[in-house]
Structure formats: C-alpha cells, structure tokens
C-alpha cells in the first residue's frame, strides 16, 4: 500500500521525516538514508544512486528477504536485523572511538589505528559463517600487511571457545572481546557477522551484514580504493 | 481568490473568462521561480494553449490545462508572498499554514457539495482529481517544513491553494450532461492488473533510462488508487485511463509515416463513434480532445514523433480501455494464506 509523506503514522512511530521509506508489516525496511534522498547525502546510501541496477537489485533481495523472515514468522529476527541496519547507519559515519583488551592482553584503541584503512569484523564462535570469514581475514591479513588493520571482535560467545578459535586463527588478526561500550558504538550490534570498512581517514566505507555470496567480491572492490 | 462564473454564462465562455483571469493575474504578478527561471514564460505558454484548446472546441482539455497552470503558479504566488516571513520560524509557517488550511477546507466543502449527476463526467473527474490533491499537499507541504525548512512547505501548500481554486470552478461550470450517465464503478481490479505490469516492466535497464517515465505511471496509478478508495470513481477512470497512456508510451514503437493518415482517420471515427454515442462520453472526448491536439499543432508545424505515438496510444490503448471498462471485472482472487503488508512512504505524486 502507499501513504503519503507527511501523514503516515508508520513513518511517524519510528522517526522517518522524508520519503522514501518501505516498511514489511511495521518493521523498517529503507529509508531516504539508504537511497542517498531527501537532503542526505548522494552516494552513501545502501541503494544510491537508486538509479543504477545493482542498487535496486540488492533493493529487491534486501525486500524478500525481510518478506520471507516474516512470512517464515521469524519477526524478531527481521526486528532486529532492521534495528541493527538502522543503528549502524545512525551512527557509524565514521571510525568510533573505543578502548578494548586484546586476547594478547595488549591495549587495542581506536587511536591506534589512525592513518590505517581498518576492518572491524564483529563474529561469534557458534555462527558457522562468522568461521569461515574469519579464515579468509587471515588471508587477506596476508596480502595487505601494515596497511590494513584487522580487527576481530567477539560477541556474546563464551570466553574459553573465543580463545580455541583465536589459537586458529592468523596471528596478524587483533582479536578482542567486545564491550558493551564497543557494541553501542558501533550501533548496537545484534546480529554476525558484521563487517565495518574504514579508509585511511577513519571514513566508513561499507558495512556489510551477515555473509553474502559476494562477500569477498564486495569487500575486495573497497580495499582495492582503500589500500594504495 | 477564485472568481465563480457569472449566472448565464455558456461553459466554454466561463473557461474562456478564467484562462484569461489568469493571464491578467500572471501578468500583474508575474511568476519568479529560482528553480526554473522560464517558469513564467512557460506558464503564459500553457494559458495561451488552454485559450486555443478551449477556441478550437476542446473544452475538457482546456480545462485540464488550466488545471495544471493554477496549481504551478498558486503554488509559486504563496512561496513569493509568503518566504520572508516564513524565512526559519516553524510557528510563523504553522500560522501561514492554519490560514491556508481553512481557506482550501472552505473551497472543499463547497465542491463536495456539487450534486454531479447532471454534470458531465470529465467535469466530475478533474473536480474530485484536483479536490483530492488537496489534503496530500498540506500535509506533505507540512512535512517538508517540519523536516527541513519552513519555507520549503510553502509551494506544496500554495498549490493546495491552486488545485481546491480549480475544483470549485469546475464544479461551478454550467455545462448540462449529453446523454444517458455513464455508469461509474470502482476500478480496482483494472488498476491491480495495470500495477503489475509496470511492475514487472520495472526492470534494467528500462528500469533506468526510463526513471522518470515509470515514476509518472506509477503516481498515476496511485492517485487512481485513492480516488477509487474515496469513491471518487470518475476521477479515478480518468486516471486510469492517463496510467494507461503512459504505460502504452512505454511500450510502443513509433507510428510510421504510412500509417500516420489511417490514425488520424482511426481519430475522427472515435470522435465520431463517442459524439453519436447517446451516453456521456466526456472521459473519453478528453482523451481524443488530447490526442487531436497533438496531432494539431497551432502554428502549422508537423507534430513530433511523441505526438504521434501519444495520439496512436489513445487510439489503440485508451480508448479500448474506456470501452472495456464498461464490463466489470471479476476482482483479483487472493491466494490463502499468511499475509504481509509493504508499506512504500512516499511523495503522492512522483
């Protein structure tokens, strides 16, 4: 169905000025942020320019699968992923500020990566997925060396199986244990894996959640203009 | 301020008197607009092309043309009258805002109190056309102003103003209905089939290079949509009809020079077929009125290859639609099972 813009009481409940804005039920699916309309910026939308067909395919897989997790009454799941999207968008325009222990017991900050393009990677040792990207960090850990921080922090998981992943893992990866403190900044995360890009200037460059089937395409194409 | 047509006056006379009052109005007042800074000249140009429309016996279209002129030009009247004191204050838009508001309620309430069964219906049609844009653009000019800039909500209310001014003149019109009445009935289940074409037209990379297009489709369809949800049904044929000229520009091919004397044949036949018809066939003599119009070109200069393909559209895609819409169709069955709602917030007309 259609509302008009200035008298939905959806858009209202859940602090939408502008338009567009797609709701599934009354979870939040976009919104003008994600097209890069209505007074924000162009280009930094999940589906900006709108007018390219890329954006709108991953428009219309991003829609069916919040259409399935509810049909599939899996509403809490939607919930949160819609939250999650919503939060880190708010928030992470640029490299947050935190101050976290590595599993090593050395002092990781956010200070400490200035002048570095950085990869946060938020997993947990019971998401089979959050596994397999976590080898592939290790990979490209290898490729790129000093130029690119690589950060794997663990959420909700227990501590002793944090360790037994991390003992496998490349060892030029910091792995930490994600504060509370540390999710909110990063917009509350609720669901892994979560992946943050940061250039050189501390500049989000593309969050990507859960693991797409062109995960390492995707990620590839942002490192390539991010490491010289 | 809306001048109503003085008792005696024949309609095409009436049409003629508000093409011309907006003409003095413009040229007292003339339009300034950062946006566009030919709007004035283009405004004059559409006055001058309703006067034709409406000399030449087109009245229906005439109007339409009035219709878009008075809602433009109110709507940049109200942004020039108004942005100074407006400027930045939300509770100075707000004042603006209440008074606007009561002025177009008062507009409303009068065209709703037209009793159209004597009326033509493309009288109707482009009365509850305009008359329900009214509220959108309050409420979206409202929306802008609170999101943004206050005085980013004073075209969309101006043109509020515009398009209720219009509704009450049409409703005002002393034109007597030619025929029997044409049987007006909610056109839902033509306006779920038509939605789900363009939908699945919407791809790459039409779904790009034609942006624009499918955006002029797609608010046509949704005002068709509400109107029907109102019952405003003759608003919501005419509608229709407009989506399905716009669909059909999207899809056909150009009309060859070979084929261009058997359309304007196929044209004069349909005129001829809808003036003998002995029902109201308004809606449908706006359409044909459209396409002789563009196949007319007041200065003698050939029509354009868009010209052509719009008259061969309403030939080929409207008209049947008209007529086909005289059988009502079954409504879509719904498949059993969980239902969802998708929700799109939107702009109503883009």
Redesign the interface.
Known sequence: ????????K??DRLG??????????DILVACPRDFGY??EKIGLGRYAP????DN??KFKAD?THM?DL??AGKKDSALRESEATSAALNQLLTLPKFELMDLNGQALTSEQLAGRAVLVEFWATWCPPCRSTLDWLGELKSKYGDKLAILALAVESPEDKIHSVAASLSPGLRVAITDAATAEAFGNITSVPTMFLFDRSGKTARVVYGAPPDLHAQVAEVLESLVD | MLALPVAGQDAASQVQAEAERLQQLLAKKPISFPDNPDANRQAGDMLKSALKDQSAGRLYLSLYGIGQVSDFIHGVWFVMDKAEAVKSSVPAFEAEWEKLSASVAALDQQTRAKNWSDSPAALQALSETAEAMTMPLLEGGRGFAVSTEPKEGLFNIGEAQGQAEFAAFVASLHLPLNGAAYPLRSLLPELAGLQQKVNAAFQPPRSIDLHVQFMLINSGLKQAADLDASKSYAGALCQYLKAVHDYGMLEAGPVETSRQPALKDALAQARSRLNASGRDESIAQLFVEWAESSLARPDGSAPSADDWKSASVIVDQVLPAYFAADHALAAPERTAGKAIEITLVRWPYT
């Not at chain 1, 000025?17 to 797609?22: E, I, L, N």
């Open positions: 169905m259609n509302e008009n813009f200035g008298t939905s959806l858009a939408v000025k502008g338009y567009p804005a797609v709701f599934v039920d209505f007074r709108w007018q390219n067909a709108q395919a829609l259409i509810i049909l």
